[in-house]
């Protein structure tokens, strides 16, 4: 709790990492979502969907238009709008979609997949979210230079500097990170075929359900160990300076297992705020229905102060995982 409060005091001295996150954010996006807009405009020219688009949702007009369509655009539904896209992230990273569709072929397929439409990516859409993660990964080592700092507070030059001088190393801490992520995949897939087994010849429902899901949650498990140890390596490697990835991903894992307890509640306060913030957006999307042009654009805003929220708990974790790391070193410290 102490961590988390420090963390939250250094992230209030840096409030303005959020909207330079925001739209970094947005600059990605836009790569998709300015060409699909085009085509949407260009598809509703001089039509009465168009019209009924203004107002409310057309879900005929939608539906054909999505089955007519291929590549990234076949993603485009409106489960993307509300909480949709919490649970379709969610079975995208079990399938082995995210990132990058690098684990597809490693993670089993649901049973009757066979029979179901193709759920994967667009490649187009993998390669956007991989030169996200890399962005992102470069700019981590800016914004942990800015939470290393005691003032807190940043200039923009600072900041490039930062995330342009640890880019290569915090790089290969990723894809040190991806190669667990790909072992744990490949050791997850035996187990999840004998769950799917043990589901089938279970003979109540609520057992059945019960392997099912146990499955995917020691997946979901075993993915935030290679996270939390992840994060805490880029932390180390900023805060010392350190010029081995490597062994700063080893620095991490022996962080983690001193004091798993910490971090473990440290990541469960996270979740918990995640949760109340999906919560009040739930209730943005039930009370707000757009049903004209001007609510549309308020709408828009809300979802992107939805989007900065979410970053800023990304931030707030960071910046509570430098407050641990310092509190740890403080108390091995000799005096």
């Not at 042009?293 to 939805?306: D, H, K, N, T, Y």
Request: aromatic letters at 10%; a positive charge.
């Amino acid at each position: 709790m102490r961590a988390l409060a420090e963390g939250f005091r250094v992230l209030r001295r840096s409030l303005a990492l959020i909207p330079l996150l925001l739209g970094a954010n947005l600059a990605l996006a836009a790569l998709l979502a300015l060409p699909l807009g085009f085509a949407l405009e260009r598809e509703l020219r001089n039509t009465d969907s168009a019209a009924r688009m203004t107002t409310a949702f057309d879900y005929d007009w939608w539906s054909e238009w999505s089955q007519r369509q291929s590549g990234y655009a076949r993603h485009l539904s409106p489960e993307l709008l509300g909480l949709g896209f919490a649970a379709k992230n969610l079975e995208l990273l079990v399938m082995g979609q995210l990132p990058a569709g690098l684990f597809a072929g490693v993670a089993p397929r649901a049973p009757g997949a066979s029979g179901t439409p193709d759920r994967s990516l667009d490649p187009l859409v993998l390669g956007v979210g991989l030169v996200s993660w890399l962005v992102h990964l470069c700019l981590t080592g800016g914004v942990l230079g800015v939470f290393r700092a005691p003032q807190g507070r940043f200039t923009m030059r600072g900041l490039l500097h930062g995330s342009g001088f640890y880019a290569g190393r915090l790089i290969r801490i990723g894809l040190v990170a991806l190669g667990m992520a790909g072992l744990l995949f490949a050791l997850w897939a035996p187990l999840s075929q004998l769950a799917e087994t043990r589901a089938k010849e279970a003979v109540s429902e609520t057992a059945a359900l019960a392997w099912s899901f146990a499955r995917y949650a020691v997946l979901l498990l075993g993915l935030g160990v290679v996270h939390m140890v992840s994060s805490y390596a880029k932390v180390i490697l900023v805060i010392e300076d350190r010029p081995s990835a490597l062994l700063a991903f080893l620095s991490g894992a022996s962080l983690v297992a001193r004091h798993l307890g910490s971090a473990v509640a440290q990541y469960l306060g996270i979740a918990f705020a995640g949760g109340a913030l999906l919560a009040a957006w739930a209730v943005v999307e039930w009370a707000f229905e757009p049903t004209g042009f001007r609510s549309q654009i308020l709408f828009f805003v809300a979802a992107e102060a939805f989007l900065a929220a979410r970053i800023g708990l990304r931030l707030w974790l960071l910046a509570s995982q430098v407050a641990l790391y310092r509190g740890a070193t403080a108390r091995a410290a000799p005096l």
